[in-house]
C-alpha cells in the first residue's frame, strides 16, 4: 500500500484532526460548570493528568486545561506539538 504525505497549514490546534475537545467541570466551584479542557490524540498523556470531576486520566496530552468555551478557537500550536516544523 502506497502511502500519501499530506501537509495542511494549521495555525491552531482546533483545525487539527487530533485536537479533542472534552467536558471538564470543577465539580466543587458551581461557576465554572462549563469548563473544558482541550487535548492532543496524538500524544501520550506523560503527565498523568486527569479529569476534575472523575479523576480518570485523560485520552491524549493536554493542551489547555479548564478553559472557557469561548477560548477553544484561540488554542495555540504548543512547542511540544508533533507536527511542528516537519
Request: aromatic letters at 10%.
Amino acid at each position: 500500500m502506497e502511502t500519501v504525505e499530506i501537509k495542511m497549514g494549521i495555525t491552531h490546534c482546533n483545525q487539527c484532526p487530533f485536537f479533542k475537545v472534552v467536558h471538564d467541570p470543577d465539580p466543587t466551584d458551581s461557576f465554572n460548570v462549563d469548563d473544558i479542557s482541550t487535548l492532543c490524540t496524538k500524544c501520550p498523556n506523560d503527565n498523568e493528568a486527569r479529569y476534575w470531576s472523575s479523576n480518570k486520566l485523560f485520552e491524549g496530552k493536554v493542551i489547555d486545561i479548564s478553559i472557557r468555551p469561548y477560548q477553544v478557537a484561540n488554542t495555540k500550536i504548543p512547542s511540544w506539538c508533533p507536527f511542528k516544523n516537519k
